[in-house]
Each structure stands twice: as structure tokens, then as C-alpha cells.
């Protein structure tokens, strides 16, 4: 467990101390349940009152959120990115392997970079490259001529196919799988011809890819996804789209083929963006959307239809189906209305 003085935290994030810069910290904790040695954070003036009931040794806050009701803290102007700086710091997460497993089968054309894990079952096909302190998990699969960067991060059961490329500093979660065939088919007399996908999938640097999400490769260019993009479980990322810089996904998200997300995206949960069209920059899409045309503006965009009762939704469901009637209808009300004008 590492451990770091107050003031060496502070000089982290580029903060300023107040009250004891030599205290020692050793984890990070909520308001609620901290202790002596740990640090919290309050980043929503609503909570300030639990200042005064917290055992934190330390807390990060704003300055116009400091108290007198805690000894020691750490002021700077954000305190949920300060606090995720120094989380990093004290990050307790055990690597997924360490050293290389006997049982691990390496091909002899693969090049391992230095301080390389590879955990137990894990297979490295012919070609592979992998760079310098990347952490291979136990039963993963890399497949030939794969690019794996370094300082990377494979949990267990992970599945990388054949030429994909990763760059620096990814974090793969358990059974992720990057570069599975795009569902590319042709229609031939009631029959399903198969299209080889003969594309890459391509991941950039600082790039999170959360459990059970799929990335499939692109038919014959490649499925992109920029740096620093956050990826969350269980989401599909269909052939040959393309995520631009920074952009943030939620859980059980689909992206169908070839649509084009921009930089600083938010996507909520279980959203669904529609094939062949783009979305700009700076977009933020709440969850449960269905995205069926090109997002041209930045802003904040919804759609779904929210929970109700069985009885309000089913009148609902049968007025929703009279709206093409009613439409006319009222159409042919303004046309009179004009005629007697």
C-alpha cells in the first residue's frame, strides 16, 4: 500500500494545503465512511453539512466550500478530478498476471515487449507485438500480426483477433472481444451470402473498453476508435465506425455500422444510433435514445418513452395509433378554416 503526505498530494493535483501538510494518507474513501488515514472529497455544496460528522483525515474541496469544521484539506478549483488524480495514485487494483505462465503458449514469432505479463491458458499467435509493461490476464486470445501497445491492461478472457491495432495505455475488461466480423451479408435468391470483413479494428491510446462489449471489424476500411474514449459493459460497435477523441459510452449501447460519432460525445445507457449517419462534437445523448438521423448541433438530445402505469400506456398505445387520423384530421380543419377566410 503506497502512502503519501498531504502536501504531496496536493502537489499532484496543484492544489493547496490547509492544516497539516505532513499528514500521512493511505486510501481514499467517501465523506461517510473515511478515517483517519484516508482523504474524501466534497464536490456538491448540497452535502457540505457531512464536513462536520466526516473521521477523514483529509478532505478535497473547493475553496468556497472549505470549513473550519475539518483540519485538513486540500483547496482546488475541481474536486471530483482531483480526487480521481489521487485515487489513481493510491490505487489498490492487483494486476491481472504477473511474470509469464508456464501454460501460457507463445508463439515463436511473437515479439514480447520488456516487463511484459501474460497470465495462465493465454494464447499469442503468430506475429504478435506486444510493447513494454502491458499486463495480459489468464485465458485471452491475441491473434496474428496484433499491435498491443505498452503500459496496457487485458483482464481475464479477453479476445483480440487477427491485425488489430491497440495503442498505449488501453484497459480491456473481462470478455471484451476486438475484431469479431462485422455482420456483413448479400441477399442471393432467399439466401445469405457471407462478406468477408477484411478490415482492422484500430483503438488508439488511453482507451477503456468495459466487460462483454464488442468492437467487430470493419468490412474492408477500419473500425476506429479515437483516444481517451470510455466504453462501458455490454455495448456493440458495429463495423466501420468511427469514435472521434474523448468520447464517453454508457452500458448496452449500440452503434450499427459505419455511423460516425464526434469528440467529447456522451452517450447514455442502452442508446441506439442508426447506421451510415454522423453525430458532431459535443454532444450529449440521454439514455434510451434511438438516433435515426445526423446530429448536426451540438447539445443535449432525448427521446424513449418513459415508464407508466399498464392502463395509461395501453390508452396511450392506442392513441398513438390514431395520431395518423388525427393529423388529417386536423389538416382538413385548417383547409376549411382557410376556405372561409
Known amino acids: 500500500m503506497s502512502e503519501y503526505t498531504l502536501q504531496q498530494l496536493a502537489d499532484h493535483v496543484g492544489g493547496e494545503v490547509r492544516g497539516n501538510s505532513q499528514l500521512p494518507i493511505l486510501r481514499v474513501a467517501t465523506l461517510q465512511s473515511a478515517t483517519g488515514d484516508a482523504i474524501a472529497f466534497l464536490a456538491n455544496s448540497r452535502y457540505k453539512s457531512q464536513l462536520e460528522t466526516t473521521s477523514a483525515g483529509a478532505v478535497i474541496v473547493s475553496e468556497k466550500d472549505d470549513s473550519d469544521a475539518i483540519d485538513n484539506a486540500i483547496r482546488v478549483a475541481n474536486p471530483y478530478a482531483a480526487f480521481a488524480r489521487i485515487a489513481q495514485l493510491l490505487d489498490t487494483t492487483p494486476k491481472p498476471a504477473r511474470g509469464i505462465a508456464e501454460t501460457a503458449k507463445i508463439a515463436q514469432s511473437a515479439s514480447i515487449g520488456k516487463n511484459v505479463s501474460i ?121 466501420n465506425v468511427f469514435i472521434d477523441e474523448d468520447t464517453a459510452i454508457a452500458g448496452c449501447t449500440v452503434l450499427a455500422g459505419s455511423c460516425r460519432i464526434g469528440k467529447r460525445c456522451m452517450i447514455g445507457g442502452a442508446s441506439a444510433i442508426n447506421g451510415h449517419i454522423s453525430v458532431c462534437d459535443d454532444v450529449q445523448i440521454m439514455g434510451f435514445a434511438m438516433v435515426i438521423k445526423e446530429i ?46
Not at 179 to 191: Q, S
Open 119 to 239: 497470465g495462465e491458458y493465454t494464447v499469442i499467435d503468430d506475429g504478435v507485438i506486444i510493447g513494454d509493461n502491458t499486463s495480459i490476464g489468464p485465458h485471452c486470445y491475441i491473434g496474428s500480426e496484433t499491435q498491443i501497445g505498452s503500459g496496457c491492461t487485458l483482464w481475464s478472457g479477453v479476445k483480440i483477433y487477427h491485425r488489430c491495432v491497440i495503442g498505449d495505455d488501453c484497459l480491456f475488461h473481462s470478455g471484451s472481444i476486438i475484431g469479431a466480423d462485422g455482420f456483413g451479408w448479400a441477399p442471393d435468391n432467399g439466401k445469405w451470402l457471407k462478406i468477408p470483413q477484411l478490415g482492422r479494428v484500430v483503438i488508439k491510446d488511453n482507451v477503456e473498453i468495459g466487460a462483454s462489449t464488442t468492437v467487430d471489424r470493419g468490412a474492408l476500411d477500419d473500425t476506429i476508435i479515437s483516444s481517451g474514449c470510455i466504453i462501458d459493459n455490454q455495448c456493440q460497435i458495429a463495423h
Open 296 to 341: 448536426t448541433e451540438p447539445g443535449v438530445y432525448a427521446s424513449g418513452i418513459p415508464a407508466s402505469g399498464h392502463r395509461e400506456w395501453r390508452r396511450n398505445g392506442a392513441r398513438f395509433r390514431q395520431l395518423d387520423d388525427l393529423f388529417k384530421r386536423v389538416k382538413e380543419l385548417e383547409k376549411q378554416a382557410d376556405d372561409n377566410n
